[in-house]
């Protein structure tokens, strides 16, 4: 690639492509000492996928509360589905229980603690 781009003008488009990736060869190369690092980002595309389709819908919430509320629900379903938990069973079963849940177990109800209430009256029995 040091070959090629010595015979380019400094404007050309190409050579301006070459200068980048020369500048970052150690960090575009990583990949092929870890096995883990993947040479894409596709992953992190499909990630925010989502988002990025939703983002015309999110202009008409109502107004800026509206908005935020918006913002909550899709971070706690998206936690959710991090952590391998059912979005709309996790959500359904946290408002059902939430007006009786004490206040100082409130963490037993996010999704990395989440279990549900038929397995936990398993877990009793």
């Known amino acids: 690639m040091r070959e090629h781009r010595a015979k380019l003008s400094r404007g050309n488009d190409v050579a301006k492509a070459m200068d980048y990736m020369l500048k970052r060869w150690t960090v575009f ?66 408002l059902a229980r939430i007006a009786e849940h004490s206040v100082q177990k409130l963490d037993e109800l996010l999704p990395w603690n989440w279990c549900p209430l038929d397995a936990q009256a398993r877990q009793a029995a």
Not at 48 to 73: N, P, Y
């Open 29 to 94: 190369t990583r990949f092929l000492d870890d096995g883990r690092i993947c040479l894409s980002n596709n992953a992190a595309e499909r990630g925010v996928r989502g988002i990025a389709l939703g983002r015309k819908s999110w202009m008409f919430c109502g107004s800026d509360r509206g908005g935020q509320r918006a913002a909550v629900m899709y971070s706690l379903i998206v936690t959710a589905k991090m952590n391998d938990v059912d979005p709309q069973a996790w959500l359904a079963d946290v």
